[in-house]
């Protein structure tokens, strides 16, 4: 995805737009290792612009897509990148 447009989406995010698609991420910050984002504030989920999208619309990611403590919580388990 051009990351214009990933900028663009992610920019706009608010607590309105999370909870829309029933994601928990009390107490996750979102970083994106690719572009200058991040999400909040408390335990770093980190990962590609793109990947952590994904995760806002609920999907669940192969392993090695995602970092820190919470990925697990977001990566299908068994799975390889």
Do not use: W
């Amino acid at each position: 995805m051009p990351q214009d447009r990933l900028r663009l989406v992610l920019g706009a995010l608010n607590r309105k737009s999370v909870k829309f698609f029933g994601v928990d991420l009390n107490g996750i910050e979102l970083h994106a290792d690719d572009l200058d984002f991040s999400y909040d504030s408390g335990t770093v989920l980190s990962g590609s612009a793109q990947d952590l999208l994904l995760v806002l619309c609920g999907r669940t990611l192969p392993e090695g897509h995602l970092s820190g403590a919470p990925a697990a919580r977001f990566t299908m388990p068994g799975s390889t990148a």
